[in-house]
């Protein structure tokens, strides 16, 4: 029978990352070459829901105006009106958000600002 070596007290390991805030959360990233999981980011992920949601109230007649539908929400019809802007995207943005494969810059805050109408000069601006 033979004896293990002894294990030390205390292990250090060193791991780099940064955290960065996403979406008002706290998120960890990986350095260069680090190869991530696919993670869905649910606060973008919510707000096309929420975007087709109210596009489909609008469009079925239940709610006149974006104002009305607003005012129902309890949210500001400009902040809806940016929302909704979502549901212009090109599909395969939307499909990258929900699949999780949206690069690290595509954010809900970042989406909200004014893009392109082209779906080309979408995924351009958004290096996808």
């Known amino acids: 029978m033979t ?30 070459g680090a190869t991530p999981s696919q993670r869905t980011d649910s606060t973008l992920v919510e707000a096309l829901g929420r975007a087709f949601r109210w596009k489909r109230m609008l469009e079925s007649g239940e709610f006149a105006t974006i104002s009305d539908l607003a005012e129902r929400e309890g949210i500001a019809s400009s902040y809806m009106t940016r929302v909704l802007r979502l549901t212009l995207l090109a599909p395969e943005i939307v499909e ?3 699949d999780g494969k949206q690069g690290p810059d595509v954010m809900l805050a ?19």
């Open 110 to 128: 970042r989406l909200l600002e004014p893009f392109p109408n082209e779906w080309a000069m979408q995924v351009t601006l958004l290096r996808l």
């Open 96 to 98: 990258a958000i929900l």
């Open 3 to 32: 004896r293990a070596a002894p294990m030390p007290d205390t292990l250090t390991l060193h791991v780099p990352f940064r955290v960065v805030k996403r979406g008002g959360r706290k998120e960890i990233q990986l350095p260069e």
